[in-house]
Nanobody
């Protein structure tokens, strides 16, 4: 099974920026969508942004214009640049790689262990 390792989380003040990185331990054939999901306390895990092998990107409305997803297939990596962070962005962020092209259902594909993002006001 492919292992995904996330990094880049941390604590920042509102208005700050963070860049999350996720690297797969090995190349896995058939990965079409790489993405980021987050799980805030008391809330279910939900999609933040995804990027397909065909170049299509999806963003949750709450992050549009602030977050940018990118992927480097040669490095088996996906990144999330997060700008203008707000306390509402506080959550555990998880990397996901899947064969399908849809962001849903949530619980499929390979997952990282998560990286915590905390935004203070």
């Amino acid at each position: 099974q492919v292992q995904l390792v996330e990094s880049g989380g941390g604590s920042v003040q509102a208005g700050g920026s963070l860049r999350l990185s996720c690297v797969a331990s090995q190349t896995k054939r058939g990965i079409n969508t790489m993405g980021w999901y987050r799980e805030a306390p008391g809330k279910p895990r939900d999609v933040v942004a995804t990027a397909t092998s065909g170049g299509l990107s999806y963003y949750d409305d709450s992050v549009k214009g602030r977050f940018t997803i990118s992927r480097d297939d040669a490095k088996n990596a996906v990144y999330l640049q997060m700008n203008s962070l707000t306390p509402e962005d506080t959550a555990m962020y998880y990397c996901n790689m899947r064969s399908g092209y849809s962001s849903y259902p949530i619980d499929i594909g390979d997952w990282g262990q998560g990286t915590q993002v905390t935004v203070s006001s």
